[in-house]
């Protein structure tokens, strides 16, 4: 039965093949690069130029940050040059291996995501660097492609990630606390604040929506791998309640009615801000619990969507804003600097999963994603 529920993708594959001409678009996208691309990727086409390019533009970035590491198979890299705080040799990074996963499960060559996810979840990887959702993408890819037994071998080594962060766990509030840039988001509300204005790279541990969102949607996972394999109920159990716990604790504790957002709480006690206090202002943080499903699909947490379409709060000119302009140190944050920048851009499309915003999402991954294109066309040509 699991072969038949795959058929109908494979016939789609084929015939969108049939109704495009696979030469030209590889051509037209990829130049000399073409084959390698031509029975690797979903074929596309829109009426809307724009649309088109962004989405062959992704490909180009996918493989462009492949790195062959040998005998430890294919890696995809966050950065397409080497950066200090990569794990070396390899230059690996967990934070952006869920989103790589993403988006490796929709390329027919499933050596890239399968060679990914094993050597991320071996002892070779740094696998606490970040927070991290790899399970729930892991998990993700078996239900594109099917192939359970490669998801099932990582079974165990999930569990012992997920359950590592229990020295991250505060039992007496329910929850997971990060260091908001080990969990990739630097200078934060909460970074910020804890230092008085004066810093913002590190510090400001908190209850994030971020980790918590990631550790319910890794326990699902785990969870449903647990089931397909059979006879370890006890794990399916386990896995089950451990999301519903972090659920339900992260929309009583982290979700703000005046805000009509989910905020981060300080973990960290000092003389600038206290303990459980929540932080002064909504952040696009506060949307990752939609991209793992996690929020009940109620209206008063539908709320949270107006302000990412309101362009004096989260909506900015070229894409999400990460914090609102009325925040008192608005911008006080890095950029890619340079002749050569680099944008490193992650799929803003995840963020309308189960949401009321279908029609209105797709202008703002569009605008997102379109604006580091233009700059890599630019760059180019110059």
Known sequence: ?????????????????????????????????????????????????????????????????????????F???????????????????????????????????????????????????NRRQFSESMAAAVWDGYLVDGYAEDALARLDAMQVVFNAWNDSFDATKGLYYVEPIRDATEYTISSIDASNGTDGFFGGDSFRPSINSFQYANALAISS??????????????????????????????????????????QVD??????????????????????????????????????????????????LRTVEPSYEYYMRQYRYEGTQPECQVRNVCDFARDTYLYPDYSGTALSGLSKPLKLSLAWRTS
């Open 270 to 319: 000092n003389e600038n801000v206290t303990y459980w206090d929540p932080v002064r202002g909504r952040e696009l943080v506060g949307m990752v619990p939609w991209t793992h499903g996690l929020p009940d699909d109620t209206v008063e947490y539908a709320e949270a969507w107006k302000h990412v379409l309101n362009s004096s709060e989260l909506l900015g000119e070229h894409g």
């Open 1 to 73: 039965m699991k072969v038949l529920r795959f058929i109908p993708l494979l016939y789609s594959f084929h015939q969108a093949s049939a109704v495009l001409d696979a030469d030209a678009l590889a051509k037209q996208y990829f130049g000399n690069d073409a084959p390698w691309y031509q029975d690797r990727i979903p074929l596309f086409e829109s009426s809307d130029k724009e649309i088109t390019d962004v989405y062959y533009y992704r490909w180009n970035i996918f493989r462009a940050h492949q790195r062959d590491l040998g005998p430890n198979g």
């Open 75 to 125: 890696i995809s890299t966050e950065f397409l040059d080497d950066v200090s705080w990569q794990t070396k040799p390899w230059a690996s990074l967990n934070d952006a291996t869920g989103f790589h996963l993403l988006e490796g499960r929709w390329c027919r060559d499933r050596r890239f995501k399968e060679d990914y996810a094993t050597f991320m979840y071996s002892e070779q990887s």
């Open 225 to 266: 791998l647990a089931a397909l394999k059979g006879s370890i109920d006890d794990i399916v159990d386990t896995y089950n309640s451990r999301a519903t716990a972090i659920k339900t604790r992260t929309q009583e504790a982290l979700w703000n009615s005046t805000f009509e957002h989910f905020i981060d709480r300080f």
